[in-house]
């Protein structure tokens, strides 16, 4: 009788065990599959932003080329291109920042995190993230009532509304904490995955 209790008990755990087993294995099946989603993502955003940047810098080139020629040339210029010209740096330096945290090539300092064990360093790499995320919140935050309060003022050649250049603060922020997530979920995913699998 015992004999059967301690069969059927061990049989029990073996059974509970590999579902287990199987379960996290579908779990982390399921997270693979949502990672990858995240990741093409991220890479098709990164990529788009890329472009948007490369087409705001040819045209700050094709106008400090244009109004260089104008003045030294023709001794004249185009009203408003060098207004324009600032406007889309401000802009491509915004968008530009959102693709250098994308990528992991943000200015940071890692001298003492470099040295520290792996787990530790991973840990320290999300609350950086975090931590830029909730700086980047927080512009957002004040930016919209500042935009409102001094957004309709023009500028003084163009003459368009200050919120259209002031709107690149929140836009920027926004992209930045959306990398910053993706980055989070994907450092936070694949440890997981890789604790997994060895």
Known sequence: MRKDLTEEGAEFT??????????????????????????????ILLVILECIITFFFSIILMLTVVLVVLRYGFNT??????????????????????????????????????????AIKNVLNVVDLI????????????????????????????RIPNRIVQASVPIGCSLVILCCLCLIVTDIFEKKQGRLSG
């Open 131 to 158: 931590l830029i995320g909730f700086i980047n919140g927080v512009m957002v935050w004040y930016s919209i009532p500042w935009i409102k309060s001094v957004g309709s003022f023009e500028s003084p050649v163009l």
């Open 77 to 118: 210029a185009i009203i408003g291109g060098n207004e324009a010209m600032e406007y889309l740096f401000i802009y491509t330096t915004a968008i530009g920042a959102a693709v250098a945290l994308g990528r992991r090539e943000h200015i940071k300092i890692t001298y003492f995190v470099d040295r520290l064990p792996f």
């Open 14 to 43: 073996l059974s509970t065990v590999g579902s287990a087993l199987s379960t996290n294995c579908q779990d982390y099946k399921r997270i693979g599959v949502n990672m990858k989603g995240i990741q093409r993502f991220k890479r």
